[in-house]
């Protein structure tokens, strides 16, 4: 892992690290099922044509992973207590200090469903509005009353900042979302946020990883001396961002309960009133130990090693 720098190295981990902190909820997708200390990368997007193009010398390909078994959200009123998160990745680090990112074909993260407290009665319920009240009478299970929160992107990350990685308390990337909100009485379009006026999350570091580095073979098995493969290992980070504003929902009840939704959950939410945090994140990067020794397949050779690890 020689001819990109390992603070370039360390600083594209930590800022996608805070990328996975903002996924927060959404649907579990298998991966497959890896050896030794390949086994978090099990979603690395190795296959994809950007990463296989990489030469070992100009482009370095790696693999992220970054999970957390919990966290939690704040929008205006409402706090939800987030569930397992996975962040995987494919990196493109390149000899000028620039990264590019690739995400696996299901997507970049995966995680537990998240439940809204109270679910459309906490939402709600009871009110003397005609549209609101017929609504509550309609909730006569829990599947009719659960809620989940979905969060999905809504626009390009922007305002990278690499330095910020390595310190506390500094913005590292602006990254534009959105909050599915769903339930059967809601419909499937009512959001927190959308692709024209996004919530804005500005993750930072709050606690500083420890950091470790494995060698190990191709096929995933420990090899400290004589390792093809590199991994860092960081622990023990937490990630925070309070500064973000919230909007009005949209689409809730085909935009009939936009205001009942709004009035309940405190929207929309002046920047201060909010946050997104993850707890103890455990997060992974894996390269070639030596990328230029690839050279000029470092891409295609990674793809290789993590196809000969799968079980």
């Not at 706090?79 to 200090?97: E, W």
């Not at 990337?173 to 959308?194: E, F, S």
């Not at 990328?291 to 295609?300: L, N, Q, S, V, Y």
């Given at each position: ?8 190295r360390?600083?594209?981990l930590?800022a ?8 927060s ?7 497959t099922?890896l ?7 099990g979603?690395?997007?190795?296959d ?12 370095v ?35 000028d ?14 995680a537990?469903s ?10 709600m ?6 549209v ?11 599947d009719?009353?659960?809620i989940t ?13 690499m ?7 500094v ?7 959105r ?18 006026k ?7 570091n ?6 470790s ?12 001396e004589?390792?093809v ?16 504003a ?9 935009g ?9 959950t405190?929207l ?7 946050n997104v945090a993850?707890?103890d ?16 397949e470092?891409?295609?050779?990674l793809?290789r090693?993590?196809h000969?690890?799968?079980?």
């Amino acid at each position: 892992m020689r001819s990109v720098s390992t603070r370039t190295r360390v600083g594209t981990l930590a800022a996608v690290t805070a990328f996975g902190a903002l996924f927060s909820t959404g649907t579990a997708t298998a991966a497959t099922q890896l050896n030794g200390h390949w086994g978090p990368f099990g979603r690395c997007p190795v296959d994809a044509p950007a990463m296989l193009a990489a030469d070992g010398v100009d482009t370095v390909a790696t693999c992220i992973s970054s999970g957390s078994a919990g966290g939690s959200i704040k929008l205006g009123n409402t706090v939800v207590t987030t569930g397992r998160t996975d962040l995987q990745l494919g990196v493109l680090q390149r000899s000028d200090g620039t990264t590019g990112l690739v995400a696996p074909s299901e997507g970049a993260l995966v995680a537990d469903s998240a439940t809204v407290p109270g679910g459309l009665i906490g939402l709600m319920c009871p009110s003397n509005i005609p549209v609101v009240s017929a609504v509550c009478k309609q909730i006569t299970d829990a599947d009719l009353n659960r809620i989940t929160a979905t969060i999905e992107p809504a626009g390009a990350p922007r305002d990278f900042n690499m330095g910020a990685a390595f310190t506390t308390d500094v913005p590292i990337l602006t990254l534009p979302v959105r909050i599915h909100l769903k339930n059967p009485l809601l419909g499937d379009k009512c959001y927190i946020g959308t692709t024209s006026k996004p919530v804005l999350l500005q993750p930072k570091n709050v606690t500083a990883p420890s950091l470790s580095l494995q060698r190990f073979a191709g096929n995933g098995d420990p090899d400290d001396e004589n390792g093809v493969m590199g991994r860092y290992s960081f622990a023990g980070a937490d990630q925070a961002d309070t500064s973000f504003a919230v909007p009005g929902a949209s689409g809730c009840g085909a935009g009939l309960l936009d205001w009942a939704v709004n009035l309940k959950t405190g929207l929309p939410s002046a920047s201060g009133n909010n946050n997104v945090a993850l707890d103890d994140t455990s997060t992974y990067f894996a390269s070639p130990y030596a990328p230029a020794a690839h050279a000029p397949e470092e891409g295609r050779e990674l793809s290789r090693f993590w196809h000969s690890a799968a079980r």
